[in-house]
């Protein structure tokens, strides 16, 4: 293979794990959707079997195994948002004595996933999260994200958990520990020398957890997603997360990698 002069062959170029605590959320945001297409790509061109697919996909997980990306009256009618005989609310607000806003993280509710379904039903097997800074901001979002997390798992579905970021205190731990908690009493610690955990989830009728370690400046492990109880395919996150990184524009690139400036 022809190699470029004063760089490494592709294949052998390895990339480390930045500090996204650098940044603001909506830089990892962008880079979460860039990530998500890369991996969704890779999974569907050459890692998942015959009959499985990936789309990057927004879910609303409900008391059971029903998953929604977009949900619309039945008719295709858009309700009015002005009932007729209504107050408005920016006109004439409610008298009382306390008025409370519940704040909700932009980039949180907007985050996409990695969803795997088989073509048999188009049903949701495994999925892929990708945690933003906004699933750990306030106490009800890792509240939240940590329910919704074990009940796919509770309803069979693998799990594939990817968090770059330090534990808090709302998450001590780390995130794995926080949901699997949910699922079954456990004494994992996290090392502190390895802040950022990976996790895999087997939602089988016994759950298994597959669990990595790791910290800014190391390389990502490839990572199992389960697509039955006894079948998964490999992850290649350093892969994808080099090539999400090229679309990272370079300003931030520099930001993120201490000051040095990249000559790409």
Known sequence: MMQTKGRPPIE?????IHDWTRVNAGIFHDFHHAWIDQTKRVLNRRLLPSGHYALAEHLVVRRGPEFLTLKQPASGEVPSDEPGGGVALAGRPPRVRFHAIAEIDWYAEKANAIVIRHTSEHQVVAMVEIVSPGNKSRRHALRSFIEKAAEMVRNGIHL????LFPPGPRDPEGIHKAIWTELT???FVL???????LAAYL?????????????VGETLPDMPLFLTSGIYVPVPLEATYRAAWEAVPRFWRNELSGGAAESA
Do not use: G, H, S
């Open 191 to 197: 090392p502190a020398d390895q802040p950022l955990t």
């Open 12 to 16: 052998d170029a390895v990339m480390p």
């Open 185 to 187: 009493d456990n004494d």
């Open 160 to 163: 594939l958990i990817v968090d």
């Open 203 to 215: 939602a089988a009728e016994c759950r298994e957890a597959f669990v990595e370690t790791t910290a």
